[in-house]
T-cell receptor, first 117, second 112 residues
Framework: GAVVSQHPSRVICKSGTSVKIECRSL??????MFWYRQFPKQSLMLMAT?????????EQGVEKDKFLINHASLTLSTLTVTSAHPEDSSFYIC?????????????FGSGTRLTVV | LAKTTQPISMDSYEGQEVNITCSHN???????ITWYQQFPSQGPRFIIQ???TKVTNEVASLFIPADRKSSTLSLPRVSLSDTAVYYC?????????????FGSGTQLTVLP
């Protein structure tokens, strides 16, 4: 089946530094990928829609200058958390569409646990 | 996107059948119903999808009544490893704006 590979699985960084998270679609092309954030005991919250070759679309309340998204190829989207602060500590998850799974075929990455100290 | 409502939590015992119901009163004609499972510190995993009546696969069944305003995920003979959060999502493709909006999910705890 479709696989979305997300790296790193966990990262600890110092406050004020930047962190890059990669999301790769394996064996299929993903023109659109999605980035979610999940705080403990809460549901997934959509942050942005990443479109290959064009600018990402951010959800209301998500700072596009802080969460930089690049989707330069059909198999790779990256999320860079710039000038990270402790309140950015969260679980970040990407997803991509792949239509062999189901009509509504979204496959999710394994997530990245970001801890800002 | 149609809003979904699920119970926040459910407890069950090993070997029992578990039914989790989701209401989606504002479901649109071209919407599908999809269920995902999420373990702690992992991404959601697709379980099953349906449009109407009943769908069954190797892990679950999905029952959808004729009015499609609700759906029930049925997990036969659960085990401890089925302890997870289960999300019901409703939506469809609409041009290029395909998104999933997650509701609160149901925390299923399977007890020995």
């Amino acid at each position: 089946g479709a696989v979305v590979s997300q790296h790193p699985s966990r990262v600890i960084c110092k406050s004020g530094t930047s962190v890059k998270i990669e999301c790769r679609s394996l064996d299929f092309q993903a023109t659109t990928m999605f980035w979610y954030r999940q705080f403990p005991k809460q549901s997934l919250m959509l942050m942005a829609t990443s479109n290959e070759g064009s600018k990402a679309t951010y959800e209301q309340g998500v700072e596009k200058d802080k969460f930089l998204i690049n989707h330069a190829s059909l198999t790779l989207s990256t999320l860079t958390v710039t000038s990270a602060h402790p309140e950015d500590s969260s679980f970040y998850i990407c997803s991509a569409m792949e239509f062999t799974v189901a009509n509504y075929g979204y496959t999710f990455g394994s997530g990245t646990r970001l801890t800002v100290v | 996107l149609a809003k979904t409502t699920q119970p926040i939590s459910m407890d069950s015992y090993e070997g029992q059948e578990v039914n989790i119901t989701c209401s989606h009163n504002n479901i649109a004609t071209n919407d599908y119903i999809t269920w995902y499972q999420q373990f702690p510190s992992q991404g959601p995993r697709f379980i099953i999808q349906g449009y109407k009546t009943k769908v069954t696969n190797e892990v679950a069944s999905l029952f959808i009544p004729a009015d499609r305003k609700s759906s029930t995920l049925s997990l036969p003979r659960v085990s401890l490893s089925d302890t997870a959060v289960y999300y019901c999502l409703v939506g469809s493709s609409s041009g290029s704006a395909r998104q999933l909006t997650f509701g609160s999910g149901t925390q299923l705890t399977v007890l020995p």
